[in-house]
């Protein structure tokens, strides 16, 4: 077990710590207690009962209760404790994390899948939670009464302590066994959580499409076999814990046993031993039992806890690949002009290993002047969205550099670059909320004015004004109550009411129709003139009318120039053409 992991753990409750220290003289208290009662109880056999002494019984009875009591209520404080600490321990696992991932590049949130993530911030935290719960509650009473239970059985019946000793010998060989066995365990469990969970989300996400190619039954039997492998893999530390209890039982039977055989002959034999004393070691015995037993059925939650933390502090430990500069570029946002130029750029993506791997840009160079429009062109794959990324930093270049006014995108500070980059991705991302909290994402002091010139600048304006609550309208989890089309046109509202120097279209018009995509281009130029715009698109009719058409192919640009120029001079360009807008729209395009 890695003890690294709760060290790191306890540091998460700085000012706190009081409770946890209160918790430990609780525990002392209550292992006190609980000692003293089977001694009390040799002195009741010993001196009260056997001397016929009603008085003396009286008084050592009401001694036992009081002890009981303070016992008693010392348990119930520190369980209080307890409850606590597993739920603040939850609330800064799972906060830390959650922050964690908001400061992640995308090439680290590329290589944790996020049903991975999702694992981590919930089954994983409550796994800790549960262990941190039953650590406080009972875990540490754990040595103290094994150790009080071994001292006091030795000066209250030294000939009796080599019992106990063998007796602890063989608990202590079952947990070495069962641990060795359930903490490889859990962490197969954790990892067929995770399967479960991945194929689980696939499912529930692509749940149309399962259903429109009829796979039901092939999905059904893919979450069969997770489960079927989780149960398997759940099924070894509760089989191991099966067997370790009853052999706990019956070693302290057989102790048991030995106490009141060698007890016995010890007594009638006149060794100086009494009864009363060979009844308290008996009992010292269950109280001997008491903490192993404890530390059998908390040490599932342990065990199970360090392989969560394992996985939480992988990615709480995980060193953001994009980071603020540590000298920035002091920069006034609202000077710059917009000016993008790359520069022998190359672009490599790291592997789970985080090695790098093939390059999926090849030396490019490229000038976007200040308010012109830039459109990417290309097969799928070959680059374009990879391209765009690298303005606003999502990735870093491999080699090269990517400035704007002059500026390396490295060095200046990610908000400051970020307010300045609007983009709009291939996917339409939209919050649970209202239709205003999504427009106003990016600029939440946005005034209702621009909101709204914005929104019909993405032709938004159409659909939404046809809303009984208008921009008050409700957005379903992931935008689910609204088409493809609308989402996009969503998307690209926020983008716009950012007024950035730079936009980015990501094949953000892909879901609308061409009439309608046309109108929002032709919007987009009227109300951002000066501001610099990158088209990456799938369809040759998005970049038409684009200042600057860039061709790539195989990572590299293959050809530079508008419509009509690549029309006349590139032949992959001319192919492309002809295959989407075909023959008849050829010759209109080469009249325009």
């Known amino acids: 077990m890695q003890v690294s992991n709760y060290s790191r753990l306890f540091k998460l409750y700085p000012g706190e710590r009081r409770w946890l220290i209160l918790s430990l003289g609780l525990n002392v208290v209550v292992a006190s207690a609980t000692l003293a009662i089977p001694a009390l109880s040799a002195e009741l056999i010993n001196n009260g009962i056997i001397a016929k002494n009603f008085e003396y019984c009286t008084n050592i009875g009401f001694f036992m209760l009081i002890a009981a009591l303070i016992a008693g ?76 239970s071994i001292i006091i059985t030795h000066f209250m019946a030294p000939s009796l302590t080599w019992i106990m000793i063998v007796i602890l010998l063989f608990f202590f060989i079952l947990l070495i066994i069962y641990f060795r066995i359930v903490e490889p365990a859990f962490s197969r469990k954790q990892q067929q959580i995770d399967r479960v969970n991945k194929a689980l989300k696939e499912t529930l996400t692509g749940i149309r499409v399962v259903k429109a190619f009829v796979r039901q039954k092939f999905e059904i039997a893919k979450f069969e076999n997770a489960t079927e492998d989780l149960r398997i893999a759940a099924c070894v530390p509760q089989n191991v814990m099966a067997y370790l209890i009853p052999t706990m039982f019956a070693i302290t039977i057989l102790g048991f046993a030995a106490i009141y055989y060698t007890g016995g002959v010890q007594v009638l034999e006149g060794t100086g031993l009494s009864i009363g004393d060979v009844t308290s070691v008996a009992q010292y015995i269950l109280i001997l039992m008491m903490p192993l037993l404890i530390i059998a059925i908390v040490l599932p939650f342990i065990t199970q806890a360090n392989s969560s933390l394992t996985r939480i502090f992988e990615i709480l430990d995980s060193v953001p690949e994009i980071s603020n500069p540590v000298n920035p570029a002091q920069l006034d946002p609202s000077r710059l002009k917009g000016r993008v130029v790359f520069e022998n750029v190359s672009l490599n993506y790291r592997n789970a290993r985080g090695d790098l791997e093939g390059e999926v840009l090849k030396n490019i160079n490229l000038v976007a002047e200040p308010g012109e429009t830039i459109g990417l062109l290309g097969a799928t794959g070959s680059g374009k969205t990879s391209l765009i990324s690298l303005i606003p930093r999502f990735y870093d270049v491999t080699r090269g550099r990517v400035t704007i006014d002059g500026t390396d995108v490295r060095s200046i500070p990610l908000d400051v670059l970020r307010s300045i980059v609007s983009v709009c991705l291939q996917e339409s991302v939209l919050f ?159 009249n325009s």
């Not at 089954?123 to 009464?145: F, R």
């Not at 929104?455 to 008050?472: G, L, T």
Request: hydrophobic share 40%.
């Open 73 to 148: 209520i010392c348990q119930v404080a520190n369980s209080a404790i307890a409850v606590w600490a597993a739920e603040i321990t939850s609330h800064y696992l799972r906060t830390q994390l959650f922050a964690k991932i908001q400061s992640l590049s995308s090439g680290n949130i590329d290589r944790f899948r996020s049903s991975d993530l999702q694992v981590r911030l919930t089954t994983d935290a409550q796994n800790v939670k549960t262990a941190m719960l039953q650590s406080v509650n009972y875990l540490l009473q754990a040595p103290l009464l094994l150790i009080g």
């Open 432 to 590: 649970s909320g209202t239709i205003r909290d999504n427009i106003k994402f990016g600029t939440p002091d946005l005034t209702d004015d621009d909101m709204l010139a914005a929104s019909i600048a993405a032709d938004a304006d159409n659909f939404v004004k046809n809303i009984p609550e208008e921009y008050d309208g409700k957005i379903a989890r992931r935008g689910s109550n609204f088409s493809g089309g609308q989402k996009q046109r969503l998307a690209i509202s926020r983008a716009l009411a950012q007024k950035p120097k730079i936009l980015i279209l990501d094949d953000s018009t892909s879901a609308c129709d061409v009439a309608t995509e046309a109108q929002i281009q032709d919007e987009i130029v009227k109300i951002m003139a000066t501001t610099t715009k990158f088209i990456v698109a799938q369809r040759i009719s998005s970049v038409l009318t684009a200042d600057k058409i860039i061709l790539l192919d195989n990572a590299t640009i293959v050809a530079t120039g508008t419509h009509s120029e690549l029309l006349a001079s590139n032949s992959l360009y001319r192919e492309i053409y002809e295959s989407q807008l075909g023959e008849g729209l050829k010759r209109g395009g080469d």
